[in-house]
């Protein structure tokens, strides 16, 4: 597959003051939205049913008609064009993707194409590479939707929003209508996609998971219309702006942080690795340098056996007398939430880290996870860093 | 002051002239036109659509209900409408004319089987179209199948079963205007006798068929919105079923 | 529902003495035969007697059915104005069409004409309504004009509904066209006129007439299939 990371044709979006006002509407639906969207990111717009994502979405390519302010993109307003021309450069995902049935997937696909008038081998050329891009067999080209299941579906709209290249992508729950299992596939999918093609993507959803997961910033609107607070994930989950915010992340922000985090990401505490027949003052003198008051009996390839006791230190040399066992062994790569979750589980406080091989790597316990949620993060990780190895 | 429009009006203002006052023939020697004729002509049309229409409705209504109920009757209902659209009642009426002959229980017995369909189609679609989930309620809490026809599926098919006795009845007032051809004395004898009341005879007994068959269609369409429940009136489009064969109603064939 | 009077009525001669057959009013087949001609131009003038009108009436339809996409609260009025034309009787249609246009043809015409419009422009009304709200979004969204969506997204969507109306319209026009000869017009019911007591010749007419119906029934229903594939194929 050609490389494409360096063909980014995403532009800017920028809000300014956007607002959206039905008449004989007391509150406006979108009120004086100003935010902008950095070339090649994902901006989540997420709320409350009726606090104006979705009409704010559809202000972008005039399916909605602004009231006043504007709307960016690439620095041009959208007011510009004519709506059809405008939206034929704005790839558009809809919830229940809205396939034509009486078109093949392959004439859904060149749908925008055709508006543009390109020619059939061109066409034809494009709808292949669309098909490999969203991992579909090349004969779909030539069946119906209907012939499709719910996910092969959502791909088929997603290509098809992709197929001229438009610089921005406006997605309006787009996984809302597919199952949980699905879903999760599609949106790593989605993510990874994205890791390639680098598009500006607004992007809406009732889901605060969801929006964390696929945010590299997230807008929270209240009812009427009204920005709430416009952050990156990590910055959301440990400064909400206002009471809101706060109600609408949920009480368990601490936990939804350590979802987008890595075992190996954060500073663990060390802990004296000990063998069997090490001289017992040595292996004190080791305890008292460790993070950790209790020896680790390990093998020779230093994989974890189990806590020493106070009998194992008892004589000239340390022997194997275990207190408690080594279990559970956590593992380096978890994501960190899974880490805390197998740590809660256990009754052990100290949680021995290995790596792929099994040697230890650091100790993990309650308090590292507290002092981690307390400082401030040096980078801001987002959903799509978890994927992307 | 001739032309054309004048000449229309006066055909159309003479044809009313024909239907409150006698005159005399065209071939001359007997009194037509004039309102008691017109009248008897009328009554003889009301009764044969009348009694054809009960007896249609009697056969029809009760038999669709109970299909619909039991969810079998698909084909029958497919079946007897495309049928009853395509055969001709000119041909139906010729046909009986020809095997059985003349006279008003002919008649009566084309016009019931002229009304038979659109009454089988509309009330089966109709009771299909109760809320499946409505009737599930019902027989969970114990009614019989006849209470459930009688109670639920009944009062909520009625606006689709006075939609085909709309189109019946339409139907057969439409159809009893060639009855004629088989001796009885309906709005249609000055039609088929233009030996006797000329053009100007058959333009008023067209104008006065044309007149009733709309009456009958208004009364009908207003029966038809007075047995609507309020909320199904409400009741948007995009949630009322979509079916496999027309409900609408299948013109009358005359 | 004609079996009794079939049994009563019907008395199917052997052949050998066709003319035995015809004076006492028999089912003659032999008759049948030997005067089969004579149907040939009263059929031909019932197929135009269909086709003009349904053809006439589809592309009337059609283009108020547009006006009303566009415009929904025509929709009432030309559904109420198609309604009244629809309700009157053919045969007095076909009279008080006379003073305006004759006797012949065009009255018939006229008349048969008019009645196909409710029907037809019911069905395909509806069949645009049916087309789901989010398809028309994706349409619009992806960058079609409205015109772009009403041509090739809904128009083609509503193909089903559209052929369901024609059909329906056929059997109708097929049925009133029976009654043309009231126009002065020809037909197949001119020949049922001709001798309505005729058993032969009323059976003969008239199965015309249904077998006609059927005909057109399936033909448009095999268009209806190819235009369609979309809905043949399932997963």
Redesign the interface.
């Known amino acids: 597959m050609p490389d494409r990371s360096d063909r980014s044709t995403a532009e800017p979006l920028e809000f300014r003051e956007a607002t959206k006002r039905y008449p004989g509407a007391a509150t406006p639906a979108v009120d004086g939205l100003s935010l902008e969207v950095p070339a090649g990111e994902i901006c989540v717009l997420v709320g409350p049913s009726g606090c104006g994502k979705t009409t704010a979405m559809r202000m972008v390519n005039r399916m909605n008609e602004i009231t006043s302010g504007d709307i960016l993109l690439g620095g041009r307003s959208v007011k510009d064009r004519r709506p059809a021309e405008l939206r034929r450069e704005i790839g558009y995902v809809i919830q229940h993707i809205g396939l034509f049935p009486h078109w093949t997937i392959g004439e859904n696909i060149a749908t925008v194409l055709k508006l543009q008038g390109w020619d059939k081998p061109r066409i034809a050329k494009r709808v292949e590479e669309l098909l490999d891009l969203i991992s579909l067999p090349p004969d779909t080209r030539d069946r119906y939707p209907s012939q499709l299941s719910g996910g092969q579906r959502q791909r088929v709209g997603v290509a098809r929003a992709l197929a001229a290249d438009p610089p921005v992508m406006l997605m309006d729950e787009p996984f809302g209508a597919i199952d949980p299992i699905n879903r999760e596939r599609l949106q790593n999918e989605f993510l990874r996609l994205q890791a390639e093609l680098r598009k500006t993507i607004v992007f809406v959803t009732h889901d605060i998971d969801e929006a964390i997961k696929m945010g590299d910033r997230i807008a929270i609107l209240q009812e009427g219309g009204k920005l709430a607070q416009y952050a990156p994930p990590a910055e959301l989950l440990m400064y909400p702006a206002s009471r809101f915010v706060e109600d609408f992340v949920g009480s368990d922000r601490a936990l939804k942080r350590l979802a987008l985090q890595r075992v190996r990401d954060i500073d663990l505490w060390t802990a004296a690795p000990i063998r069997v027949g090490t001289p017992t003052s040595e292996a004190r003198a080791k305890i008292e340098e460790s993070d950790v008051p209790i020896g680790l009996l390990v093998d020779e390839s230093g994989r974890p056996q189990g806590w020493l006791s106070e009998r194992a230190l008892a004589g000239e040399r340390v022997t194997k007398d275990l207190r408690s066992p080594a279990e559970p062994l956590l593992d380096l790569d978890a994501v960190l939430r899974d880490a805390l979750a197998q740590l809660l589980s256990s009754e052990t406080r100290y949680g021995a880290v290995v790596d792929s091989k099994g040697t230890l790597a650091g100790i993990l316990s309650l308090e590292v996870i507290q002092h981690f949620l307390h400082a401030a993060p040096a980078a801001s990780p987002t959903g799509a860093d978890l994927l992307i190895e | 002051m001739t032309g054309p429009a004048l000449a229309f009006l006066g055909d159309f203002g003479e044809a009313i002239e024909f239907i409150f006052k006698e005159r005399e023939s065209v071939s001359g020697g007997v009194q037509i036109g004039g309102l008691p004729e017109m009248l008897g002509f009328t009554a003889t049309h009301m009764y044969v659509s009348i009694v054809a229409l009960v007896i249609a409705a009697a056969l029809a209504i009760p038999l669709a209900l109970w299909l619909g109920h039991l969810g079998r009757g698909d084909f029958v209902a497919t079946a007897t409408s495309n049928v009853g659209r395509a055969v001709p009642s000119l041909a139906l009426l010729a046909f009986f004319i020809s095997f059985v002959g003349l006279g008003y229980t002919n008649v009566i017995f084309v016009l019931v089987l002229l009304a038979i369909p659109p009454l089988i189609t509309n009330t089966y679609v109709g009771v299909r179209q109760v809320d499946r989930d409505t009737v599930d309620a019902a027989r969970g809490q114990g009614m019989t199948g006849i209470e459930i026809v009688r109670k639920i599926e009944l009062p909520l098919a009625l606006p689709a079963i006075f939609g085909g006795l709309r189109t019946s009845a339409v139907n057969v007032v439409a159809t009893a205007t060639i009855a004629p051809l088989a001796n009885v004395q309906t709005l249609g004898e000055p039609i088929i006798t233009p030996q006797t009341y000329g053009f100007v005879g058959q333009l008023g007994a067209s104008i006065l068929v044309a007149v009733i068959t709309l009456l009958v269609d208004f009364i009908f369409a207003r029966l038809q919105r007075a047995v609507t429940p309020a909320g199904l009136k409400l009741a948007s489009p995009a949630r009322r079923r979509r079916f496999p064969f027309p409900t609408r109603r299948s013109p009358k064939s005359a | ?1 004609i079996g009794l ?2 049994a ?3 008395q199917i001669q052997k052949p050998g003495g066709a003319d035995d057959c015809v004076a006492s ?1 028999g089912f003659c087949p032999e008759w049948i035969v030997d005067n089969i001609d004579r149907y040939w131009t009263p059929l031909l003038e019932h197929v135009y007697l269909t086709v003009a009108p349904v053809a006439i009436g589809f592309a009337f339809s059609l283009a108020l059915a547009i006006v009303a996409h566009r415009r929904r609260w025509l929709t009432g009025p030309i559904i109420g104005i198609t ?2 034309f ?11 069409l ?3 246009t004759g006797l012949g043809y065009t009255t018939a015409m006229v008349a048969l004409v008019s ?1 196909t419009l ?2 037809i422009f ?2 395909i009304t509806d069949g645009l ?2 087309v ?1 709200a ?12 409205e015109r ?1 969506v009403l041509y090739r ?1 809904e128009l ?2 509503a193909v089903p509904e559209i052929m ?2 024609l059909r ?1 319209a056929t ?2 026009t ?6 043309a000869v ?1 126009a002065g017009a020809g037909g ?2 001119s020949e ?2 001709v001798d ?4 032969s ?3 003969v ?3 015309l ?2 077998l006609l ?2 005909a057109f ?1 399936l033909m448009i229903l095999g268009v209806q299939r190819l235009m ?3 809905r043949r ?3």
């Open positions: 529902m009077p079939i009563q009525g019907l009013n309604g009244i629809f309700a009157i009787p053919s045969v007095a249609a076909f009279f008080l006379q003073p305006i009645y409710l029907i019911r069905n309504r049916n789901p989010e398809t028309r979004d994706a349409a619009l969204g992806q960058g079609m004009t772009q997204v083609p969507m369901a109306g329906i059997s109708t097929v049925g009133l066209a029976a009654l009231f197949l019911g049922i006129l309505k007591r005729f058993k010749n009323v059976v007419a008239g199965g007439a249904v119906a059927a029934d369609t594939p979309w194929a399932r997963a």
